[in-house]
């Protein structure tokens, strides 16, 4: 079984940066690209950023330049590195890896953006 364990949600005034982590077995991190989707209240699951396993990126519109996803191979997770925090990114962020033609999904981890 597939397991994304999350980290480094919390809160944070508007302007401010987090860091959220995802990290998960060796033999599937190698091979699967990964993502993050995230939820807001009353509103429907987003892609936020994804990478493919040799790096290559692609980012929502409203989080270029403000948001950059990257692989630590040694470790075997995925980090989404946030900046210049809006009170609109507020969610629930999750962690995704895509397995064969489906995908396996974390727990979540919350981040509130304070105005």
């Known amino acids: 079984q597939v397991q994304l364990v999350e980290s480094g949600g919390g809160l944070v005034q508007a302007g401010g940066s987090l860091r959220l982590s995802c990290a998960t077995s060796g033999s599937i991190y190698s091979l699967n690209t990964m993502a993050w989707y995230r939820q807001a209240p009353g509103k429907q699951r987003e892609l936020v950023t994804s990478i493919t396993p040799g790096g290559t990126t692609n980012y929502a519109d409203s989080m270029k330049g403000r948001f950059t996803i990257s692989r630590d191979n040694a470790k075997n997770t995925v980090h989404l590195q946030m900046n210049s925090l809006k009170p609109e990114d507020t969610a629930v962020y999750y962690c995704?890896?895509?397995?064969?033609?489906?995908?396996?999904w974390g727990q979540g981890t919350q981040v509130t953006v304070s105005s």
């Open positions: 995704w890896i895509r397995v064969g033609l489906g995908g396996y």
